[in-house]
């Protein structure tokens, strides 16, 4: 999967490409990143990327030609790869919230621009013109969509083929399940007087797997009650859930 990224802050990617499964999905060639500067996109001599607000307030906002010329640069060099202009993606405060199943949805594409705010946010005509979805990732301030565009990256590249090793594998699917995972210990045995529950001692794996889904059902009923609701409605929760569910209630 190709990702072409506007950012002013293209450095901030290296967090992307220099470690961890993002790093291996770069350099195994599962993901290319490309970073793309307004700033590079500038006519006049001070290289402006930002402007006052039109009708007064603080803050700036970026300009809509260096963001115009930078997509149209983007799209003719896919053109040119005779690859079809992907689907712009602005990350912002004011997006729909980014879930699991629009993830998966965004994951069977060849390619995304993803479109980087900084300051209060982007001309809106550039928006109305060039952008095709436009995602936030909760309702909470972070400075810029350059971390927000990394995330969701992130989160793509997880489900692209041959990313993830099996064992990362197993993991992800104990997530994509609709609950929240169980607790984990590893060595020592005792740690500080808290000891490891006997049963993942016990060499039964089908007691294990039990022990661990009673854990799942509970937390996630006492942290997150709406997902338990949502499981229930996706026919995700069997009759020895729900039993668990009721005792425990
Ligand atoms: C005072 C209005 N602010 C909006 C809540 C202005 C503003 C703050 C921070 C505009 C943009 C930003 C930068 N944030 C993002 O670009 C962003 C973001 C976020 O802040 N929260 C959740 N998801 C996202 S995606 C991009």
């Not at 499964?21 to 700033?39: D, E, S």
């Not at 995972?181 to 060595?187: F, G, I």
């Amino acid at each position: 999967m190709r990702f072409d990224v506007i950012t002013l802050f293209p450095e901030m990617f290296s967090a992307f490409t220099g470690s961890g499964i993002t790093r291996r999905a770069v350099q195994t060639g599962k993901v290319q990143l490309y970073t793309w500067n307004p700033r590079d996109f500038t006519k006049d001599v001070y290289r402006r990327v930002d402007d006052r607000p039109f009708g007064g307030g603080p803050g700036m906002v970026m300009m809509a030609e260096p963001l115009d010329l930078a997509l149209d640069a983007i799209a003719e060099q896919g053109v040119k790869q005779a690859v079809q202009v992907a689907p712009v993606v602005y990350v912002s405060p004011a997006g729909q919230p980014l879930t699991h199943a629009r993830v998966v949805e965004l994951s069977g594409l060849p390619a995304l621009t993803l479109l980087c705010g900084r300051y209060e946010g982007v001309d809106e005509r550039v928006l109305t013109k060039r952008v095709n979805i436009e995602l936030s990732i909760g309702d909470f301030v972070v400075s810029g969509g350059e971390l927000p565009a990394m995330m969701l990256m992130d989160a793509l590249a997880r489900q692209l083929p041959g990313v993830l090793n099996d064992a990362e594998s197993a993991v992800q699917e104990s997530f994509a399940n609709g609950l929240l995972d169980c607790p984990h210990y590893t060595r020592p045995e005792n740690y500080q007087d808290q000891t490891v529950p006997s049963v993942l001692l016990s060499g039964n794996h089908a007691q294990i797997a039990s022990w661990r889904r009673k854990q799942a059902l509970q937390r996630t009923l006492a942290r997150r009650p709406d997902l338990i609701e949502k499981a229930r409605s996706e026919g995700k929760l069997s009759k020895d859930d729900e039993a668990v569910l009721a005792e425990v209630k």
